[in-house]
């Protein structure tokens, strides 16, 4: 892997190694700051026995992994001029991008199912809909994924081309396009039609069924909010996926000519795809109640630990008190800000109202550091 650009490239690309790792490194601390607060809440909350919950908390793990593993490497292609990480970081890492890419995939086609069976059968589907499924579907989830993922384990090779050391791919043009368009079949066109169906068919019925409770008024709010989770669902999974796969399916059946403009498409596809790890914390937060509660406790609590850690270090310092005046104070002062800290980390374990709950997002890995586009 390198990060050559087309050739005859301009003085004014002298900012990409550092304006490109500048915004990797945004994407970074967002999304793992972002996804390791939706873990903490949930994992605090203790609401990760029901199908909704655990089907975010995979999500979520699927999201860190993928920022974890991804971003950094990618970011470092426009430092260093080579590929220093040897031949098996090389295989390790564009593995474990395609299985987190396919385990999210799956996993929000598997969410749109059971958001349709919650929201059109929500007596008849209790059965199905249990913890325990829920964890055989997750199961599912990331064994297929191993399965798809698993030709990246030699797709990728790490090369010598011009006496530097890369990463690329090392099959013929030929395997590696029966690759990306397998990739993009079993990755994003049946994942969207599933959910453009089950999405399509749970919105008609919020909009048209009619609900036998006679007080329609919480009910019809509360679909309406599902409503739009829905739409904003399918347009951020659409909208984050796309660029990436035309860029792909335009280098095989187009001419992709190698110059500045298809460069920076490159680039902003990667960017695009990358920053959608980061931003479904924000959408939690902005379309869900029980979300921003459960952020607002976590931030609580570390400012709690915070102003605690300060009053003891304080009472330590206080040279006008006695040793065993300063003791004393030390183990009241601990109690009481332990006791302080423990009342506010104690998220409420209330529902969390499961059609409030449902993720949105994908990321797609695009994991070629070259120009060239697979």
């Given at each position: 892997m390198n990060r050559s650009a087309p050739a005859g490239s301009s003085e004014g690309y002298d900012l990409e190694p550092v304006l490109i790792p500048l915004v990797y490194s945004a994407i970074f601390l967002v999304g793992m700051v972002g996804n390791s607060l939706v873990l903490a809440v949930l994992l605090r909350n203790g609401k990760v026995n029901n199908t909704t919950n655990l089907f975010i908390l995979n999500l979520g793990v699927a999201d860190l992994c993928f920022i974890l593993f991804c971003v950094p490497f990618q970011a470092t292609i426009y430092v260093l001029d080579s590929w220093v990480f040897g031949p098996f970081v090389c295989k390790a890492v564009h593995f474990v991008i395609y299985l987190t890419m396919y385990a999210s995939s799956f996993t929000l086609a598997t969410v749109s199912l059971d958001r349709y069976l919650a929201i059109r059968y929500p007596l008849r589907s209790r059965e199905l809909r249990t913890p325990r499924n829920a964890l055989a579907a997750i199961g599912l989830v990331w064994g297929l994924s191993i399965i798809f993922s698993g030709p990246y384990l030699s797709y990728y090779q790490e090369l010598q081309l011009a006496n530097v050391t890369v990463c690329l791919p090392g099959w013929q043009d030929s395997q590696r396009k029966a690759m990306d368009l397998c990739t993009f079949v079993f990755s994003y066109i049946i994942p969207v039609l599933i959910l453009s169906l089950t999405y399509a068919r749970t919105i008609h019925y919020l909009w048209k069924a009619v609900d036998p409770i006679e007080d329609m008024s919480e009910s019809k709010k509360a679909k309406r909010k599902v409503t739009r989770m829905i739409i904003i669902v399918a347009i951020l999974f659409c909208l984050c996926w796309l660029p990436h796969h035309l860029v792909i399916l335009y280098f095989w059946f187009?001419?992709?000519?190698?110059?500045?403009?298809?460069?920076?498409?490159?680039?902003?596809?990667?960017?695009?795809?990358?920053?959608?790890?980061?931003?479904?914390?924000?959408?939690?937060?902005?379309?869900?109640?029980?979300?921003?509660?459960?952020?607002?406790?976590?931030?609580?609590?570390?400012?709690?630990?915070?102003?605690?850690?300060?009053?003891?270090?304080?009472?330590?310092?206080?040279?006008?008190?006695?040793?065993?005046?300063?003791?004393?104070?030390?183990?009241?002062?601990?109690?009481?800000?332990?006791?302080?800290?423990?009342?506010?980390?104690?998220?409420?374990?209330?529902?969390?109202?499961?059609?409030?709950?449902l993720r949105l997002g994908q990321k797609i890995p695009n994991s070629f550091i070259t120009f060239n586009v697979t």
């Open positions: 187009g001419r992709f000519s190698l110059n500045h403009k298809t460069y920076a498409l490159r680039i902003l596809s990667h960017v695009i795809s990358y920053a959608n790890s980061c931003v479904n914390p924000i959408v939690y937060a902005l379309v869900s109640k029980h979300f921003r509660k459960g952020f607002k406790k976590i931030f609580n609590c570390l400012l709690h630990k915070k102003v605690a850690n300060k009053i003891h270090a304080v009472q330590v310092t206080n040279t006008g008190v006695s040793t065993l005046e300063v003791g004393s104070t030390e183990v009241t002062q601990i109690s009481e800000a332990h006791a302080r800290s423990s009342s506010c980390c104690q998220i409420s374990a209330q529902h969390w109202g499961e059609p409030e709950q």
